[in-house]
């Protein structure tokens, strides 16, 4: 998975103004000649310097807006390929926690007394389950090369969310949290509702500051949903402090590698953040 370069800044304005410059200079050289071209001809070069300095300063100007679209499109793709990575790490420490359990289970009725057909049998889940944990780290290992920078964290899950939730304190935010009981919860869904209610809290300080959030967490059949909701700029004067705007997007590759959905709206004065996350109890 190789990285997109970082899109190009050059624009093609500035041999024009060399150009616009050089006859400017001529058109100051040939003042105080003889004759009607000793008139008109510096006019006409001053003219089309002139027009190719307004020119240029135009296309610097669509350069730019085009320059800052691809910067856009290019950091989004980067945040979306972080985020895919990161994925692939938590699906490593979840899928090989599992896979060590059953190696260690297979490998403990080693000693046990059992058919031959059954010690065979239990032998070759060890073998199978020691492979597709080697080859799952050597995948990872892959994926990770162009990304080295890519930092790995303590997998969170729901036990996690009153200390995320209370850690949005430090930001002024007033938060409210609400979990339904939900039963067996898979690990990665888990973590995704926990990411969820991470960004969603950021967004919540960086565009509304201190105000209130409600942080609802609960089943509807097969879905987890993990609802954020803030009441809007808490204080008059508030000035918003926006970041990149690619946090949603991440967000939502996680969401969507899970087959779930992301929602992000206004709601009345405030947001609200909205994950839908498939996820059949066991």
Known sequence: MNAH???????SVLPVLVIAALVLLMAMCTVGGEGPASTVVPWAMVAGAVAAAGWAVRRARADRRAYEARLTAWAASEAVLAERLRIAGDLHDIVSHGLG?????AAATRHLPKPPEVAAALTDIED???HATAELRRMLTVLREPRTAVQRAPLD??????????????AG????????????VSQGVQVAVCKTVREALNNAARYAGPTDVRVDVHRDG??????VSDAGP???GWHASPGAGHGLAALRERVGSLGGTLTAERVDAGFRVT???????A
Do not use: K, W, Y
């Not at 097969?222 to 609802?227: E, I, K, M, S």
């Open 128 to 130: 199978a389950s020691r």
């Open 275 to 281: 994950a839908r996350i498939p996820d059949v109890p």
């Open 173 to 184: 935010l007033r938060t409210r949290l609400t979990v339904d009981p939900l039963g067996e």
């Open 222 to 227: 097969p879905h987890v949903v993990v609802a």
């Open 101 to 105: 359990l059953i190696t260690v289970r």
């Open 157 to 170: 899950g729901l036990d996690d969310l009153p200390r995320i939730v209370d850690g949005a304190t430090v």
């Open 5 to 11: 370069p970082r899109p190009s800044g050059r624009s």
């Open 234 to 236: 808490g204080r008059d």
